[in-house]
């Protein structure tokens, strides 16, 4: 069974009127963050766009809001999270916006309530630094970049 955490959500006046976050399955790790934007706005090729959702909420301590590509967004038009994943804190207040960027060679239109992100509720988990001379050695050692292949 899926776990469920409340969080409380402050919509803002402009995204009055679009509906809360949704899941689109009863099973979706993710849900939808629509543009909350008064007029279209217009990404051309390469260009990068912060698009407000009209919602900030207060994520409880010991989790964060991913911001993440919608997969049909970035096949079809070329719309990706700029940042690859944002991370929301649950000390950040302020309105949840998505950097969105286009990949593609045409621009792309995006219109209020348009899916732009999908948004996850994470447990997080901070490191707690351990200095020491020497790593325990593991098969792969330091090798990286390639070390492994790809088959």
């Known amino acids: 069974m899926t776990q469920k955490v409340s969080i409380s959500i402050k919509v803002l006046p402009h995204g009055e009127g679009l509906s809360l976050p949704p899941y689109s399955t009863a099973d979706a790790a993710g ?5 909350a934007i008064a007029e279209p706005i217009t990404i ?3 260009q990068r766009k912060l698009v407000p959702t009209g919602l900030s909420m207060a994520i409880p ?3 964060e809001g991913q911001i993440r590509s919608r997969s049909g967004l970035s096949l079809k038009q070329g719309l990706v999270v700029a940042n690859g994943v944002g991370t929301i804190d649950a000390d950040y207040r302020g309105e949840v916006g998505v950097i969105l960027h286009n990949i593609s060679d045409t621009a792309v239109q995006v219109e209020r309530g348009m899916r732009i992100a999908q948004y996850v509720i994470a447990p997080i988990v901070q490191a707690q630094w351990v200095v ?7 098969d792969r050692g330091a090798g990286g970049w390639g070390s492994t292949g790809t088959k």
């Open 132 to 138: 020491v001379n020497e790593l325990p050695e593991t």
């Open 31 to 35: 849900c939808d963050l629509m543009a």
């Open 61 to 63: 301590v010991g989790y």
């Open 44 to 46: 051309e090729p390469g």
